[in-house]
């Protein structure tokens, strides 16, 4: 309980931060460039801000072309200028994350506002836990989209955003990040199986999708990791046609194949896309010391299986360990893990389509909802 207190703790004095930062200093600098937002009271531009989509577009536009000058908001903790989108600043949140915190609010106050106004309550301004209240189609449509909700080019998408139903959000997933454009976003909703990016090509090797419930997801009991998951096909299915992209097995395993080689991935943990996704990638240690933890036979069900390419597969497993925790981690991706229970994973992320040419954010946000009722709080260690 006591950690618990302190994460909430951390979180509400980020959030307190947050907030000053951008209704202060980031309002006034962007005051200067839209003459509308200066003449708003200084106490109400930021809310009113968050209930004006195309006033919130203008005012990331802004930001971007004259990021310079908000040189002065945009350090770390020691006063260091942050360049990147992906480093800490002095709140302890990234850019990226403040970003995505400030499109989710947006989001929200405006399917409380078309979708329920009747029961509308005020929200708070960024991430702040809401007050219990009665589950209403704003908030049932929120809680399916909020984890896509990351990316500025999202915020005049809300509105179409609000004509889905929580199924649809729920079904299309990941492929929400791929419709950038109005025209997209309508191909997607009329055609949830269809390819939302020109060059992504059609899926012929997947399977159907069957009506009915989706299989149910791993378990987790007190003795370690058991599944309630149907019989996999994956295990018997044959491998995936040979990609460029997919990871090459003997630059990845030890000689003896019987563990990962953390050193072949280097490079791969640097790439932006790749730290953007993983959990901690900071503690470059600690990232070395789970994937050497890899067992070769989960590797090759997971490589071959998928076609994944080598930083696929790095987000995957790293994403994994954080969801579930180390103990159960080795037990499921370890040297001596049930290649079975890895097969149906593989089993399912054919079903959601992902491959050698997904995002490696459709892979982290696949595994996350794969553990999604455990989370951290099936962390034992």
């Excluded at 269809?194 to 987790?220: F, Q």
């Excluded at 994994?320 to 981690?329: K, L, M, R, W, Y």
């Excluded at 992902?354 to 989370?375: N, T």
Aim: proline share 9%; aromatic share 4%.
């Amino acid at each position: 309980m006591g950690a618990s207190a302190n994460a909430m703790t951390d979180t509400a004095t980020a959030v307190f931060r947050i907030n000053s930062t951008l209704q202060g200093p980031v309002v006034d600098i962007l005051g200067q460039f839209l003459p509308e937002l200066n003449a708003l009271p200084r106490g109400q531009a930021y809310d009113r801000t968050l209930d004006d989509l195309n006033l919130l577009t203008r005012c990331f536009q802004i930001f971007r072309q004259e990021r310079p000058r908000f040189r002065t908001v945009l350090v770390d903790e020691r006063r260091r200028p942050v360049a990147e989108d992906n480093v800490p600043l002095s709140c302890g949140r990234t850019l990226a994350e403040i970003v995505a915190m400030v499109v989710r609010t947006a989001a929200k106050r405006y399917f409380r506002r078309t979708l329920a106004p009747a029961k509308a309550e005020p929200v708070a301004r960024v991430e702040t836990p809401p007050a219990a209240a009665t589950r209403n189609p704003a908030d049932e449509l929120y809680d399916a989209i909020k984890a896509y909700l990351l990316h500025e080019w999202q915020v005049p998408l809300v509105p179409a955003y609000a004509e889905m139903e929580p199924a649809l959000v729920r079904r299309v997933g990941a492929k929400l990040l791929d419709a950038r454009e109005p025209e997209a976003l309508a191909r997607l909703i009329a055609d949830p199986d269809a390819p939302t990016r020109p060059d992504m090509p059609v899926r012929t090797d997947a399977p159907k999708r069957v009506d009915g419930p989706l299989r149910p997801e791993l378990t987790i009991s007190t003795n370690g990791l058991t599944s309630s998951l149907a019989p996999s096909s994956a295990a018997q299915a044959p491998c995936r046609p040979v990609n460029p992209r997919t990871a090459a097995l003997d630059d990845i395993l030890t000689p003896d194949r019987l563990r990962l080689r953390a050193e072949a991935f280097t490079q791969t943990l640097l790439d932006p896309e790749v730290r953007a996704a993983l959990p901690n990638p900071e503690q470059t240690l600690r990232i070395g010391d789970v994937l050497r933890g890899v067992g070769g036979q989960p590797t090759v069900t997971l490589v071959e299986g998928l076609g994944l390419r080598k930083d696929q597969l790095a987000v995957m497993l790293m994403v994994a360990q954080d969801s579930i925790g180390s103990t159960v981690f080795g037990r499921l991706f370890g040297p001596r893990a049930d290649p079975e229970l890895v097969a149906r994973i593989v089993d399912r992320a054919r079903i959601r389509g992902l491959g050698p040419e997904s995002d490696v954010l459709d892979c982290a946000i696949f595994i996350r909802g794969v553990f999604a009722r455990f989370g951290h709080r099936s962390r034992r260690d």
